[in-house]
């Protein structure tokens, strides 16, 4: 059996300075770097977040409605957001202190302009699905341990759609961090009934 580190959307956008900045956000790169050596795993995955200009989670393609209001967008509640992580810009690269390397696996996922893509699985309840199960079986993979940014968002949909995928699923919950409080409280909540264990990183064997 062999297990992966998913690494989330740990993008210039998410962190201090970014688009959608999430507090405190840079905080996950050292920790990360200083465990992907780790011989628990047998593969690197950097997932990021890659939107068209036109991305329909943008709140500047809605006329009349402001950053982080909601609408109903194909029938689903759809959060719109600052623009960000544009493919191809400063803010879509990777935190430039992240240690990424050629071997790693790395995975874009938000692509269509057309839907919301929080989970590198794709969006479930719009029944629209990515290859990423696929690339993750075809390399042997069989355990996510899961961090980056956001905990309330990508990083939750990522790890509950793999639990639901039928991968073993392990939140590192010390390498997260969230957009609100709230929310975040909410989503590690979800995770833990969708079966996501919650650990620390301490607690790595
Ligand atoms: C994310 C909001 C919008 C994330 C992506 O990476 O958590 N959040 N797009
Ligand atoms: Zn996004």
């Given at each position: 059996m062999s297990s992966a580190l998913v690494v989330v959307d740990v993008q210039n956008d998410f962190c201090?300075?970014?688009?959608?900045a999430v507090k405190d956000g840079h905080e996950v790169v050292e920790g990360i770097n200083a465990i992907r050596d780790s011989s628990e795993f047998s593969h690197v995955i950097f997932t990021r977040d890659w939107h068209p200009q036109d991305h329909v989670s943008f709140a500047r393609n809605h006329p009349n409605q402001p950053e982080f209001s909601k609408k109903l967008v194909n029938g689903l509640p759809q959060t719109l957001w600052?623009?960000?992580?544009?493919?191809?810009t400063v803010g879509a690269s990777f935190h430039e202190d992240l240690d990424v390397r050629d071997s790693d696996f790395i995975y874009s996922k938000g692509t269509s302009k057309d839907w919301e893509e929080y989970s590198a699985f794709g969006n479930s309840e719009m029944g629209k699905f990515t290859t990423f199960a696929e690339e993750l079986r075809s390399r042997g993979i069989s355990k996510l341990y899961v961090c980056g940014l956001a905990t309330d968002y990508c990083v939750c949909e990522t790890a509950i759609d793999g639990a639901d995928q039928g991968f073993s699923v392990v939140l590192l919950e010390d390498l997260t961090r969230g957009i609100a409080p709230d929310t975040t409280r909410r989503a590690k909540a979800r995770m833990r009934s969708a079966g996501v264990e919650i650990q620390t990183v301490d607690q790595l064997v």
């Amino acid at each position: 059996m062999s297990s992966a580190l998913v690494v989330v959307d740990v993008q210039n956008d998410f962190c201090p300075g970014g688009n959608l900045a999430v507090k405190d956000g840079h905080e996950v790169v050292e920790g990360i770097n200083a465990i992907r050596d780790s011989s628990e795993f047998s593969h690197v995955i950097f997932t990021r977040d890659w939107h068209p200009q036109d991305h329909v989670s943008f709140a500047r393609n809605h006329p009349n409605q402001p950053e982080f209001s909601k609408k109903l967008v194909n029938g689903l509640p759809q959060t719109l957001w600052p623009a960000h992580c544009e493919e191809g810009t400063v803010g879509a690269s990777f935190h430039e202190d992240l240690d990424v390397r050629d071997s790693d696996f790395i995975y874009s996922k938000g692509t269509s302009k057309d839907w919301e893509e929080y989970s590198a699985f794709g969006n479930s309840e719009m029944g629209k699905f990515t290859t990423f199960a696929e690339e993750l079986r075809s390399r042997g993979i069989s355990k996510l341990y899961v961090c980056g940014l956001a905990t309330d968002y990508c990083v939750c949909e990522t790890a509950i759609d793999g639990a639901d995928q039928g991968f073993s699923v392990v939140l590192l919950e010390d390498l997260t961090r969230g957009i609100a409080p709230d929310t975040t409280r909410r989503a590690k909540a979800r995770m833990r009934s969708a079966g996501v264990e919650i650990q620390t990183v301490d607690q790595l064997v």
